[in-house]
């Protein structure tokens, strides 16, 4: 039976990891999966996350199932750093933000919602994870990566043309994936309007908070568009904002203003997660739930979070000045957020780059700002100025 299978793609993303990892040239350059890198091209463990577990270490006394929502003081704290004070919903800790996208998936399935609209470009990985889950994913054109720019206006008339009641539509809490473009206060306002208007839920995918502006500011605009929306979904990850990538920590909440139906939201989410993967995985959440309710780990947390958030924001200001000479829309490299910015070059070149400068990004074009450290940038941009040929 299983020689009936056809072989699978692999990522185009992760299998770029493997093949710089090949790769001897020692000038080579990973701009390739988003993780945080510092100038030495590290991904430290976060000194909080170091002392946490050894806190952990000393501390823990069993290995006995948390229980399938997973750590409650993890959800409430995690939920106080996504949407603040005082708001409530039904949580539970996932398996990464991934995890948190496919239990919102079938959450909204289980709803009676069959389609998500996903403005593209997007994360290579969610169109898969809602379809997997069987909705229907209706794709709109959201960016225009020659002129760098927002389609705005585009976004918003498309979905109120052919959104129906009951749809989904994916949005990007802060620091957009792949092109870091800011959708600013008036166009969050205008979405909201149209998901109040056309009943539709909106589904908040929240993976870089604190790379874009700061850990408050990222959030407000999702904070706002929770207050306005009756009903929400919020996919959330602390894979970088705490550097814990491997250890798969997320959380995914739903939110209403009835307490009836969060618990019952809740006891979806769980059997969902049940059926899937039984229960998540400890340690991680025992890590931000740790730094979350320490001040002093928290400080220290937040600080070097801000500093790493620092480091991206002078990459992004001497590529931006590097590249608009290629194109002046490149300029908008400076003020876009988070780790990726989308460049406009084609597959051809970018496989050139690959080969001749030892210089790794995904087809499609986007660059992990994060993955660039001073020394290497002139070289970069020389390199993209070289073979790109806009
Ligand atoms: C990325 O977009 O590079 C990250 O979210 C890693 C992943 O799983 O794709």
Redesign the pocket.
């Known amino acids: 039976m299983f020689e009936t299978l056809s072989r699978e793609a692999d ?1 185009p ?2 299998a770029l990891t493997p093949l710089f990892r090949a790769d001897p040239n020692p000038a080579k350059v990973d701009l ?4 945080y890198r510092d100038e030495l091209g590290r991904t430290p463990v976060f000194r909080a996350v170091k002392r946490a577990e050894a806190h952990l270490l000393e501390t823990q006394e069993t290995k006995a199932y948390v229980g399938p929502e997973g750590d409650r003081t993890f959800i409430e704290a995690f939920w106080t750093f996504v949407a603040g004070e005082g708001r409530h919903a039904a949580g539970v800790q996932t398996v990464g ?2 995890g948190a996208l496919r239990l919102a998936a079938e959450l909204l399935r289980r709803s009676g919602s069959s389609r998500i609209f996903l403005g593209t470009p997007t ?3 969610h169109s898969a994870i809602f379809a997997a889950a069987g909705l229907s994913v209706v794709t709109y054109p959201s960016f225009d990566v020659a002129g760098q720019r927002l389609l705005a206006g585009e976004m918003i008339s498309v979905v109120a043309d052919k959104a129906q009641p009951g749809d989904a539509i994916l949005l990007h809490a802060s620091c957009h ?2 092109t870091g473009a800011v959708m600013d206060d008036a166009t969050w306002a205008a979405v909201a309007e149209v998901a109040l208007e056309k009943g539709l839920v909106p589904v908040i995918d929240s ?1 870089y908070q604190g790379f874009g502006t700061g850990i408050e500011s990222d959030a407000a605009p999702l904070r706002r568009l929770l207050d306005r929306v009756p009903e929400a979904i919020v996919a959330a990850s602390a ?2 904002s705490f550097g814990l ?1 491997r250890e798969r920590t997320g959380a995914v909440y739903a939110t209403s203003a009835s307490p009836e139906t969060r618990d019952k939201l809740k006891s979806h989410l769980v059997t969902i997660g049940r059926g899937a993967y039984s229960m998540p995985p400890d340690h991680g959440a025992a890590v931000v739930r740790t730094i979350l309710t320490d001040p002093e780990l928290r400080t220290d947390w937040r600080t070097e979070l801000d500093d790493a958030r620092k480091r991206i924001t002078s990459m992004r200001t001497i590529l931006a000045k590097g590249l608009s000479r290629l194109s002046p829309a490149l300029a908008a490299i400076a003020t876009q957020q988070g ?2 910015s989308l460049l406009p070059i084609d597959e051809t070149r970018i496989v050139e780059l690959r080969h001749r400068r030892g210089i790794y990004m995904p087809l499609s074009g ?1 660059i ?1 700002i994060a993955g660039l450290n001073s020394s290497q940038a002139p070289g970069v941009i020389e390199a993209l100025c070289a073979h790109a040929a806009l």
């Not at 390739?32 to 993780?35: C, I, L, P, R």
Request: hydrophobic share 35%.
């Open positions: 990522d993303l992760l390739g999966v988003g993780v933000g991934t994360w290579s990985n994936n792949p993976a894979s970088k990538y780790m990726f986007r992990n």
